[in-house]
């Protein structure tokens, strides 16, 4: 539907000539276009809270956690927030819609945009996001970087595929038709990969381009991100609201459930601690991995 055009826009038609439709489509347009600047313009200038948060990535010093509707990604130091990179509400803009995270080798961050079907890396605070992937990824849901720096994998739940890119971009190329929703690399090279599949744990040779279930029955309702911290993996259960463990072998158990998760999502981990982000509590839990315990990372965040 047209907007309507403000009186102030057309002159008194008792006093003119009329406007031919042509010209009232021309200004009608002028005034779609001029909304959509106006609303990203006033999305920047509004004050900015935490509000989906989906997904997160640890370093020795920050956290950095993707916002799908803010959208960007923040950096969190002391349970203080700010934005390190700002996408927008425009659609198929960059970082329009920005899902899975990574820490980039060479300093910042990649991130997978569904809205452009690409990765980004993000050098550094309010850089300019720069294109790897050449547009095809379709819906980029998981990133690892391979240890030695020099690629890095994407999940891609529109292909249900797993791909490889070179560490500074170029096309493509699959690995393994695994529809991986987390990815991570273990100490002796192996690529882990959770889906929603039957098979729900995969285990993939990077070199030989194959992989093999590991875990199969459908254990997790609905699981969401994968980490590998020394001899055995967590996966996030989204609809479980829980946190399983799994190791090589292909045993897994509970490792956490319930409150206060509701739908965790994204998760890391550092020396201490495992983190994952909980887009409905608007939060990211730190557990720690010895006794789990749990903090709020956020200060106020939780709703």
Known sequence: MMPQLEMSTVPDLKLTRKIPASRLLVLSLMVIAGSSRGEDATAKAAVDTLQYPLNVVANDKSLFLVDLDLPGVWEV????AAIFVRGTKLLRKPMNRPRPIAMHPAGGILVGDSATREVYHIAQKDAEPKPLC??????????AVAPDGKSFYVGDAEKRATFRVAIDGGEPELVARVNSRGLAFDGDGALWAVTPDDAAI???????????????????QYPNGLIWVGDHGYVTDGYGKAIWKFTADGKTEKWFEGEPLVNPVGISFDAKN??????KKRQVFAFDRADKSMTEVIVGSSK
């Not at 050449?134 to 990133?143: L, S, V």
């Not at 495992?274 to 887009?279: E, F, G, K, T």
């Open 202 to 220: 995969h285990r993939i040779d990077v070199v030989a381009n194959s992989s093999e279930s590991v875990v199969t029955g459908r254990p997790y």
């Open 274 to 279: 495992l983190y994952v982000a909980d887009p």
């Open 77 to 80: 130091t002391d349970g203080s």
């Open 134 to 143: 050449k547009a095809r990824i379709g819906i980029a849901m998981a990133i």
